[in-house]
């Protein structure tokens, strides 16, 4: 009489991906102010378009997409997040058979050894899987993010454009202020042109 045994070992892993992208712009200001008033006027102007302050930063936030502003250095960093999650499974199986008296009752014994040696098995290939699978999913997130950010660069530096004009056009109307007395302005935000007339003290 003989006996076979079959011993299976199954292991499992949820690998959680993230990948990210950004780039690096910044808001063009020129100084015709001191350089306190000129932050104080394109944080008033950021706050309107919607940025909430974080620490020295502020920042707006559209879905997975982020745009970080320094108003003190005007740098700008975009950013975006794409999150994944993998189930990543091993199944690894042996057979054994018994044949004679002895074996049949060393059986027991050996089919422990081998579900510990399986065991350390699953676990190593799950941890060459995981890694594997990780890695091809923080690519393709990452080139996801990627994608995003280029569609969205357009509106983003129309926006930083739009907001960096209406920093420049105020500062310049307080500067002409200072110069004299203002008979006219006129400012055209469609084409981003200012012009003020001063006559001087």
Known sequence: MSYAYRIEVKESRLVE??????????VEVVDVLPAPEMVA????????????????NLIHRDGALEICVNPSTREVVVSTTRHGTRQVDVKLNRSLEAHT????????????????????????RLDQQAK????????????????????????????LS????????????????????????????QNQSMTIVVKLN
Request: proline content about 2%; hydrophobic content about 30%; glycine content about 6%.
């Open 41 to 56: 006027i394109l944080e008033r102007r950021l706050t309107e378009a919607g940025y909430q302050r974080d620490g020295e």
């Open 132 to 159: 594997v699978a990780g890695n091809l999913m923080e690519q393709q997130l990452r080139e996801n993010a990627t994608r995003s950010l280029k569609e969205a660069l357009p509106s983003i530096r129309a926006e």
């Open 162 to 189: 739009k907001i960096g004009h209406a920093t420049q056009a105020e500062a310049l109307e307080i500067k002409a202020r200072q110069m004299g007395r203002v008979e006219r302005v006129e400012h055209d935000v």
């Open 101 to 124: 008296p002895s074996e049949i009752t060393g059986a027991t014994k050996r089919r422990d050894e081998i579900r510990k040696d399986l065991e350390v098995e699953a676990k190593d």
């Open 17 to 26: 991906v993230t990948g990210k992208d950004s780039f690096t712009t910044r």
